[in-house]
T-cell receptor
Framework: QKEVEQDPGPLSVPEGAIVSLNCTYS??????FMWYRQYSRKGPELLMY????GNKEDGRFTAQVDKSSKYISLFIRDSQPSDSATYLC???????????FGKGTRLSVIA | KAGVTQTPRYLIKTRGQQVTLSCSPI?????VSWYQQTPGQGLQFLFE???????NKGNFPGRFSGRQFSNSRSEMNVSTLELGDSALYLCASSLESLSGRAPYEQYFGPGTRLTVT
């Protein structure tokens, strides 16, 4: 079992839909959780960063962490074609330990 | 503020050769991490440097090495290239402070796409 599992998709939704992206993990010691967006032929771009459990909202994006279930989610409201990209979850044990990434979910938002 | 820059952006090398990739972090960032991204394995951590010292190392063979300079710029080197080394190599920088209270977010560069033939 990989440390971080993420459905690779592809996920295709119509413009304006609510998108739910998820990752599960096996190591309960993870404390820092991040979501990155990666456009084709570009480096990952940090979207959301959460420490420990709870929700965090930033514009159309909401990140949720459920440590009891070892499950994290990213919700995108009012999705736009410009949201079409690969979304990567990442997590780490502490501030000074490496990030462990999911393989990414490819999202297409159709106009 | 300028982002993370990586040079070169594209590189084609022959099996057996060696290659050096360069990364300039965001101004003020002291930590630089390197990752390898392939379709099959995703993003995998190579190593991290902080204040010119390797702080963490991933599970890669010794052919992969790196260093960091006093201005926080970093280089990674791959010797005796193999076909399987073809990948996107990403560098990420993060802000660190002696107090350890800086937010822990890593910012990625655009990557260097290495093709080994």
């Amino acid at each position: 079992q990989k440390e971080v599992e993420q459905d690779p998709g592809p996920l295709s939704v119509p413009e304006g839909a609510i998108v739910s992206l998820n990752c599960t993990y096996s190591n309960s010691a993870f404390q820092y959780f991040m979501w990155y967006r990666q456009y084709s032929r570009k480096g990952p771009e940090l979207l959301m960063y959460t420490y420990s459990s709870g929700n965090k909202e930033d514009g159309r994006f909401t990140a949720q962490v459920d440590k009891s279930s070892k499950y994290i989610s990213l919700f995108i409201r009012d999705s736009q074609p410009s949201d079409s990209a690969t979304y990567l979850c990442a997590m780490s044990l502490s501030r000074n330990t490496p990030l462990v990434f999911g393989k990414g979910t490819r999202l297409s938002v159709i106009a | 503020k300028a982002g993370v820059t990586q040079t070169p952006r594209y590189l084609i090398k022959t099996r057996g050769q060696q290659v050096t990739l360069s990364c300039s972090p965001i101004s003020g960032h002291r930590s630089v991490s390197w990752y390898q991204q392939t379709p099959g394995q995703g993003l995998q951590f190579l190593f991290e440097y902080f204040s010119e010292t390797q702080r963490n190392k991933g599970n890669f063979p010794g052919r992969f090495s790196g260093r960091q300079f006093s201005n926080s710029r970093s280089e990674m080197n791959v010797s005796t290239l193999e076909l399987g080394d073809s990948a996107l190599y990403l560098c990420a920088s993060s802000l660190e402070s002696l107090s350890g209270r800086a937010p822990y977010e890593q910012y990625f560069g655009p990557g260097t796409r290495l093709t080994v033939t």
